[in-house]
């Protein structure tokens, strides 16, 4: 079935770093989702992405879409601690078949 | 903003007992889906449910395990003979219509076979 690698596995800041975690597909994408999940938490739905090269932002968040709809990132802008915990992509692999999830990066911010 | 509701919050079981673990979704939603999530991993998917059936599973999914929607708001999970390895974080998620909305997942249940 549809997998999608995830990298970094961990990834730890100080405080006002940057940070970025990237999701690669094998195969050409109908779109990509991304969610949060504080430690404790459950997964929460944060953006889609859907169009070729698409970029979209939430505040210090930028989420990008590749060319090929075969990647995608998100990049956070000056880390704080509330930014803490584990980020996946998720995926359709086809159809209306139900997400997969991506293995997750879990970042830490060290104030 | 609507929530998918899930009780127990924690649930500790014998290695062979039968558990149920309950979701409402949220009430204009028509996809339910149950996920876990061993502890650290990744968020993995059991089941889905559609118009009262299932409509996908995954090999998790085995004979030990059921879906049911007994009335119009609940959806449960039973695992029917628990083992040590169903440890887990049990999510239920639910989405209004398919078509790439995002999944509204509720708090979790946290499975603990002894």
């Known amino acids: 079935g549809q997998q999608v690698m995830q990298i970094p596995q961990y990834q730890h800041v100080q405080e006002g770093e940057d940070f970025t975690t990237y999701c690669n597909s094998s195969?050409?994408?109908?779109?990509i989702q991304w969610y949060k999940q504080r430690p404790g938490g459950h997964p929460v739905f944060l953006i889609q992405?859907?169009?070729?090269?698409e970029v979209k932002k939430q505040k210090r968040l930028t989420f990008q879409f590749g060319e090929a709809k075969k990647n995608s990132s998100l990049h956070i802008t000056a880390t704080q601690t509330t930014d803490v915990g584990t980020y996946f992509c998720a995926v359709f692999p086809s159809g209306n078949t139900p997400l997969v999830f991506g293995k997750g990066t879990r970042l830490s911010v060290i104030a | 903003e609507p929530e998918v509701t899930q009780t127990p919050s924690h649930q500790v079981t014998q290695m062979g007992q039968e558990v149920i673990l309950r979701c409402v979704p949220i009430s204009n939603h028509l996809y339910f889906y149950w996920y876990r999530q061993i502890l650290g991993q990744k968020v993995e998917f059991l089941v889905s449910?559609?118009?009262?059936?299932?409509?996908?599973k995954s090999e998790i999914f085995d004979d030990q395990f059921s879906v049911e929607r007994p009335d119009g708001s609940n959806f449960t999970l039973k695992i029917r003979s628990t083992k040590l390895e169903d440890s887990a974080m049990y999510f239920c998620a639910s989405i209004r219509s398919t078509g790439g909305y995002g999944y509204t997942f509720g708090s979790g249940t946290r499975l603990t076979v002894v």
């Open positions: 449910f559609y118009n009262n059936e299932i409509s996908e």
């Open positions: 195969t050409t994408l109908s779109n």
């Open positions: 992405l859907v169009k070729s090269g």
